[in-house]
């Protein structure tokens, strides 16, 4: 099983600066390598339909690739030595990034869904490196060794887990200071813990109102916390758009900014994992909708939909019930709403009608729980689906 520890770095000034020009490095062989594949593409990327009978072509040029950028930083180093301040592997990281944005742009991820072109960073853009390879000496204490930059001390907030390997460490610079992310492994953990109750599911209906509805119908308020600090933040921006650009009192303005902005998405952030537990510590399935977020985020509730952060709760869902050895299942959302948890009639009824009432079996109550309670019943069926298509298989 992966998982991964965020911790806080306490770097001293030197270690602050090394970090930066590290950062600062690595973006500019970025986008130097993404030009690179820019340029490539653009000469020799499209491909030919119809010709003459007779006609000349040039010779196709190598196609650049993760590799022969790997394999260029040798001769980076002996034309720019201060490259040599960095860490090999780290420094080999960044063909690996260019290539997947490239092929995410031409090719898409695994389900073919393509990302927009990709763009050059500019300066503060670039906030992360990583090292691929970790020993677990180099991690004792408060203290972590971090090649080419010496040892830095740790805010170890919670010990690491017995029997879990450290695999790669990323270091990435936000608005309050420096994190280390560990990627952590342990393939002895099993998957589905042994006392697993298939039984045991839950529907839940998010919203903007109630952030979650369950079919049992227990609910929590959806805590706004953007709308919350939208004050604050207005303050923030004015001051920002009030300093001369390129002034050092500028970028203490845009500084105070992010932090402001990190606080608004960590508070959210504590929100969903601490919602995550409190569910999982009752149930051993949930069932949720799997919503077109990004669709719903184009509308006149953009602000509303980004400020609960439904993607973020999902993927924490996910990532918990993977830890706990549980099942987050996705269902289909069309009619949720609309259909009767009592006897299946549709009840059509726009989104400000909050009551559902049946004209067929006289039923009614709250629309979220009423799409909670089909949310439940469309997971029930789909895990008992998955439950015999495994024994199947088996």
Known sequence: MRTSYQYRLKPNK??????????????????????????WYER???????????????????KK????????LKQLKVDRPWYRQIHSQVLQEVPKK???????????DGNGKKSGRPRFKRVGRYKTFTYPQFKQHHFVGNKITLSKIGDVKVIVHR????????????????????????????????????????????????GLIDFYVASDDTRIVAPKYLRK?????????????????GSNRRKKAIKKLGVRHKKVADTRKDFHFKTAKQLFSKYDVIAVEKLN??????????????????????????????????KVIFVNPNGTSQECSGCGHKVKKPLSQRVHRCPNCNISLCRDLNASINIKERGTHALKAQIMSSKKSL
């Open 14 to 39: 030197q270690q602050r600066e090394i970090i930066d020009n590290t950062l600062d490095m690595l973006r500019c062989q970025y986008n130097y390598q993404l030009a690179e594949r820019f340029d």
């Open 44 to 62: 020799w990327g499209c491909s030919i339909d119809r010709c003459p009978l007779v006609c000349h072509l040039p010779e196709l040029k190598d």
């Open 65 to 72: 690739n993760r590799f022969s950028q790997q394999a260029s």
């Open 98 to 108: 260019v290539e997947i944005v490239f092929d995410r742009w031409l090719k898409g």
């Open 159 to 206: 010990p690491m887990p017995d029997g879990f390997v450290i695999k790669t460490v990323s270091v990435t610079k936000k608005a309050n200071g420096y994190y280390a992310t560990l990627s952590l492994d342990n393939k002895e953990v099993p998957t589905i813990k042994p006392d697993f109750n298939a039984d045991n599911i839950v529907g839940i209906d998010v």
């Open 229 to 245: 600090a939208e004050r604050k933040l207005k303050s923030a921006q004015r001051k920002v758009s009030r300093r001369k650009k």
């Open 293 to 326: 977020v990004k669709g719903l985020a184009r509308t006149r509730l953009a602000k509303s939909v980004n400020d609960a952060g439904w993607s973020q709760f999902i993927n924490i869902l996910e990532f918990k019930a993977e830890n706990a050895g549980l």
